[in-house]
């Protein structure tokens, strides 16, 4: 079953921690597809190439088809798996964590690993903001020019999101509904146009 909704990334951004003089710095960023999560892990890399480590973590896919994680180098298990953690357990999806160390000489242990790694994403979660997305389904609603401007004003007035106009023999505007909508978003519409107007069902998408 598909998720109703997620939370990702507001935007780019990096937020920096020291635990017991090690530099711990969580560059998050939102990623479409697996691919882009990997080249912001390799950019981070490259930007920080003589950190101790550059762990990471991404979730991508709306019900977290993908989850990868590594430790680079830390003890297995105190690094990336506590990053995406925090990811999963704050819903995030969509998102690619890179977490920079510059080992500041005090060993942590893994109980402080897990800990900083895990804690440093939630900080950078909370610093650089989420935004929630939720699942619609895209319908367009077919009418004769004389209706469209009304027709228009009326979605827009009962909080309906018109994500598309197409002008041709007939005026097509798509609008993005809750699932649960639908039902009485028919009866809405066959009523407001008297019976005039065609809907058609279409895919679905995810929106603020």
Not at 113 to 137: K, M, P, Q
Not at 156 to 165: M, N, P, Q
């Amino acid at each position: 079953m598909k998720a109703d909704q997620y939370v990702t990334v507001a935007r780019e951004g990096v937020h920096e921690s020291e635990i017991n003089r090690s530099r711990f710095l969580c560059s998050l960023a939102p990623a479409a597809t697996e691919r882009e999560a990997q080249e912001f892990v390799a950019r981070i890399r490259k930007e920080h190439p003589t950190a101790s480590h550059n762990c990471y973590a991404y979730v991508i896919g709306a019900d977290a088809a993908v989850q990868k994680a590594s430790d680079d180098g830390e003890p297995g298990g105190t690094a990336g798996v506590p990053m995406l953690q925090m990811l999963m357990r704050r819903d995030v999806r969509y998102a690619v964590a890179v977490v920079t160390r510059y080992y500041g000489g005090v060993k942590l242990g893994a109980g402080g690993l897990i800990r900083a790694y895990g804690g440093v994403v939630g900080e950078a979660l909370d610093e650089l903001g989420t935004v929630t997305r939720r699942r619609y389904r895209l319908a367009t609603v077919t009418v004769d020019h004389q209706r469209a401007g009304k027709t228009q004003n009326d979605l827009r007035s009962t909080g309906r999101t018109v994500v598309d106009l197409r002008y041709g023999a007939a005026v097509e505007i798509e609008v993005a509904l809750p699932e649960a909508d639908l039902p009485a978003f028919e009866a809405w519409l066959a009523d407001s146009t008297a019976g005039t107007a065609a809907l058609t069902l279409g895919g679905e998408t995810y929106a603020p």
